[in-house]
């Protein structure tokens, strides 16, 4: 059943807990069992699952995200923030945004890195980060706030909310790529900007430059982002060795940096996609994750992923 008032329709009525109609003489929740203090909503938002030795993402389903939470995957986070650096030429976005935005929007924050930074390089911007965990620092500027969110499920914004929107590394916690692209394009101001930066999961070597595959992955990437009703689609293509072996000194640099994500990033992407949808045993999700770091301290293997 719908209610409506004038032009405006609603969902379903919602259902009261049999527990509150219990004694209708007490005004307090106390009485209901329900807990309403905030240390019950910290409490719940702090919940994690721990499994293979990690700790991971539980408050909006165990299943939303498979990458860890705990302080060796924001190591690796923090280190991953500095290698994008060197990848984009020290610039922490390539969208030719205004001087002088007034709301930034992260989607995925992680551990808050960029927030900060770009509020720090925007401090007339209200800058807003999202995940789905609370593992931010809480010490902070002023002009940041975070938030606990699913960027997966309906926004809360209103439209033509954000000057620039923010999102990185989160493909492997997103199913539905036009929701959340719709949401994005819904909640962006008419002349704001979408930056969206994801890693192909694919090596390549330069001794036999074919990828096919990849070339099909980025248009029907840009075909999502323009269903979804952004125009002016620009694709910028950047590299990441894994290892030290590249002659150019800031590919060098980035494969260094890289080299000290390998054991942390191996086990990060893999151990629970491994274990809980492929059904390898801990011991052999373990010997994979390994053998990947192995190769990549490997000098004899020059390989690179694609941003």
Request: net charge negative.
């Amino acid at each position: 059943m719908s209610a409506t008032n004038g032009n405006e329709k609603y969902a379903c009525d919602i259902e009261v807990d049999p527990a509150v109609l219990l004694d209708v003489g007490e005004y307090s929740y106390d009485s209901t069992g329900i807990d309403t203090s905030t240390e019950s909503l910290s409490s719940s938002v702090n919940q994690y699952i721990f499994e293979n030795g990690r700790r991971y993402h539980a408050y909006f389903g165990a299943d939303r995200n498979p990458m860890p939470t705990d302080e060796k995957e924001q190591d690796r986070l923090d280190m991953h923030h500095e290698i994008m650096l060197e990848m984009l030429d020290g610039k922490l976005h390539l969208a030719p945004i205004n001087q002088n935005p007034e709301r930034i929007l992260d989607v995925g924050t992680g551990t808050g890195i960029w927030a900060v930074d770009c509020a720090a390089l925007y401090p007339s911007a209200e800058m807003i980060g999202t995940d789905l965990s609370p593992i931010q620092p809480s010490w902070i500027p002023h002009n940041v706030t975070f938030e606990v969110d699913d960027a997966a499920r309906d926004w809360t914004r209103p439209d033509n909310y954000f000057e620039f929107i923010h999102i990185r590394n989160i493909s492997q916690g997103i199913e539905d790529w036009d929701q959340l692209l719709g949401e994005a394009y819904r909640c962006t101001k008419p002349s704001g900007y979408l930056e969206l930066a994801e890693l192909e999961m694919k090596l390549y070597s330069d001794d036999n430059t074919m990828a096919p595959a990849f070339n099909k992955w980025i248009q029907l990437l840009k075909d999502a982002i323009e269903n979804a009703g952004f125009v002016d689609v620009n694709v910028v293509t950047a590299k990441q060795p894994f290892g030290p072996w590249a002659k150019d000194e800031r590919m060098k640099r980035i494969g260094s940096m890289v080299i000290l994500t390998a054991e942390a990033g191996a086990e990060g992407y893999g151990m629970a996609v491994f274990t809980r949808f492929l059904g390898l045993s801990v011991e052999d999700a373990k010997k994979v994750c390994d053998d990947a770091v192995h190769d990549i301290r490997n000098k004899n293997y020059h390989v690179y992923s694609l941003l």
